[in-house]
């Protein structure tokens, strides 16, 4: 089970009637109510997690900061084992291919900004936007890559001002070789709080601008590989 709450508990006894050893892989911050579905924001539901959490026989945290919002609900450590998340480097190396603007239909001769991830509000997707109405008019173009319940609104807000309009581009989903290509073409990645999104860039060598939140300070070295804000 990948979260602590109503999956968490369906997981739990499914691997006790099978004699299986259960392991709850913590991906997001679920003290955050926007990372929970409208069941897990029920009250109870806390109370869940630490029944799940207590009773697991791993505890899987993708990050530091995710393992010590366990800790956080009281949670033992002695059988709690971090286990980031991985890229092929070989595959993200920064390596620029050939045509890779012009199969995607991008301009030849204007700096990438790349912005990688799901289009959600828990990802503050619309700051990619007001980010883009702060460049000079041929600075650079903001690329977003991804799909998401906020898309068409996004898109549709773009199309109904002009200047976003010339300097945002939505390709949508796009495959990993594709990012790959296009994080060996871009002058900054921007990824405000994202999860292998970051990670492939910043693999890609791409210097990248995130918020400075919850997990992304293990990733992105200040000033170093990267900017942290707010």
């Known amino acids: ?12 006894f499914a691997a006790r009637a099978a004699g299986a050893a259960y392991c709850v892989s913590v991906h997001a911050d679920y003290d955050r109510l926007e990372n929970r579905d409208m069941l897990a924001r029920i009250p109870f539901v806390n109370f869940l997690a630490k029944y799940i959490f207590s009773r697991a026989d791993a505890v899987a945290p993708i990050s530091n900061y995710l393992a010590n919002q366990v800790k956080r609900n009281g949670i033992c450590s002695s059988y709690m084992h971090v286990i980031q998340h991985g890229v092929d480097t070989n595959f993200f190396n920064g390596v620029a291919k050939s045509r890779t603007r012009e199969h995607l239909g991008l301009p030849l001769d204007i700096p990438i900004v790349l912005y990688v991830n799901r289009l959600s509000n828990q990802k503050f997707c619309w700051d990619a936007l007001e980010i883009a109405s702060l460049l000079e008019n041929d600075d650079a173009i903001v690329v977003i890559c991804g799909d998401g319940p ?3 609104g996004m898109e549709t807000y773009v199309m109904s001002d002009a200047r976003l309009a010339h300097r945002v581009i939505f390709l949508g989903f796009q495959s990993q070789d594709n990012i790959a290509a296009l994080a060996a073409e871009s002058a ?7 999860g292998f ?9 791409l210097p990248v601008v995130a918020y400075r939140m919850e997990w992304q300070g293990e990733i992105v070295a200040h000033e170093v ?6």
Do not use: H
């Open 1 to 12: 089970s990948t979260d602590p709450f109503v999956a968490g508990l369906v997981g739990f």
């Open 150 to 152: 906020e898309r068409k």
């Open 188 to 194: 900054v990645g921007l990824v405000l709080l994202a």
């Open 197 to 205: 999104g970051l990670i492939e860039l910043c693999a890609a060598g």
């Open 225 to 230: 590989t990267g900017l942290l804000v707010l």
